[in-house]
């Protein structure tokens, strides 16, 4: 242990001495914190570590897959609110199922794209150091029932799926 005390001091004081010379002036950046990556959270307190390997381009699978799920994340939440923009739109309309064929094709490429967050989630989940970093699986079937029933709230009838 007084090894490794005399090692963090000996960075910290290089650290410091290059800080007084202006090694670190006029870096990009400077005085700003480190951008928040959308997988920081799954990384815990190697994100520095992890935030290295990316910049070099060798980040673990399961990074990769946290990445891709944050942006299908994103992705259903645009057609969610899409979806319920149609809807309103079509109730407002006079003639709702003159929208039916777009509100249809929304909550189909909703369901493609959370049936792969699934599969992304299930890969993730398996590869993910520990239970801590686990994400929950999304329940498409829920989803998909919830906005099949905001279809058939704007449109006053029922409706196959």
């Given at each position: 242990m007084?090894?490794?005390?005399g ?13 007084a ?6 870096l ?24 290295l ?8 699978e ?47 490429r ?9 599969a992304?989630?299930e890969?993730?989940?398996?590869q993910?150091?520990g239970?801590?970093?686990?994400r ?17 709230a ?8």
């Amino acid at each position: 242990m007084g090894d490794e005390g005399g090692f963090e001091h000996l960075v910290e004081t290089r650290i410091r001495e290059a800080m007084a010379a202006g090694a670190f002036r006029g870096l990009r950046g400077e005085g700003k914190p480190l951008p928040q990556r959308p997988y920081e959270w799954a990384a815990g307190d190697r994100w520095l570590a992890f935030h290295l390997l990316e910049i070099n381009g060798l980040l673990p699978e399961w990074l990769e897959l946290a990445k891709d799920i944050e942006r299908d994340e994103a992705e259903l939440r645009r057609l969610d609110t899409e979806h319920a923009r149609l809807c309103r739109v079509a109730a407002d309309s006079g003639e709702p199922s003159r929208y039916l064929p777009a509100m249809r094709h929304c909550r189909e490429r909703y369901e493609l794209v959370a049936r792969s967050m699934r599969a992304r989630q299930e890969r993730f989940n398996l590869q993910a150091p520990g239970p801590a970093t686990q994400r929950p699986p999304i329940w498409v079937e829920y989803h998909l029932a919830r906005l099949l029933e905001r279809e058939r709230a704007c449109l006053g009838e029922s409706i196959d799926g």
